[in-house]
């Protein structure tokens, strides 16, 4: 715990959590929602392309979405960073927020599956998406909104030390 409170009282994670500037923790917030939305939008609009929707759409250009989402996940790591330093103590004490980091992590690999298992098909306009392939697009949606869903929680459940079930504050 005091190597939490000691990230917590860096002038960097102070400067966050206590600045009125807009350059402080708003615009780092905005990133982390920005990051998150080029992130699993993108990853989305390939998941349910993959499932059926939007059938006369090629899916083999989709493969350029990586790049961005990509770039969407350095931006949510970097403001995520951040965010937790504001915060550390409660973050990395709240069961909520290991939840969440399982779920980006299996997302994460799930991206990674789907674009060598679906992407690196020479063929893939040609013949239909694989059961296989339609798995991965399912797990994907499920990951991510695991994700968010824990991301949201946290601001409602609290630290394991602190009192049980949902904290008196508007996140």
Do not use: C
């Amino acid at each position: 715990m005091q190597f939490l409170t000691s990230i917590e009282n860096t002038a960097f994670a102070s400067w966050i959590r206590e600045s009125s500037s807009l350059w402080a923790y708003p615009a780092i917030l905005f990133l982390h929602t920005v990051g998150l939305g080029f992130l699993v939008g993108l990853n989305a609009a390939i998941d349910f392309r993959i499932l059926g929707f939007a059938p006369r759409m090629p899916l083999a250009p989709m493969v350029k979405f990586y790049r961005v989402m990509w770039m969407g996940f350095w931006i949510n790591a970097l403001s995520g960073t951040a965010l937790l330093a504001a915060d550390a103590t409660t973050k990395m004490t709240n069961p909520v927020f290991f939840i969440k980091m399982g779920f980006v992590a299996f997302a994460v690999i799930n991206m990674i599956l789907l674009r060598r298992r679906v992407f690196g098909n020479p063929s893939l306009d040609l013949s239909p998406v694989t059961g296989g392939a339609k798995l991965l697009a399912i797990t994907s949606l499920i990951f991510w909104t695991g994700a968010i869903t824990a991301g949201r929680l946290m601001a409602y459940f609290g630290p394991v030390s602190g009192a049980p079930g949902l904290k008196n504050r508007i996140p």
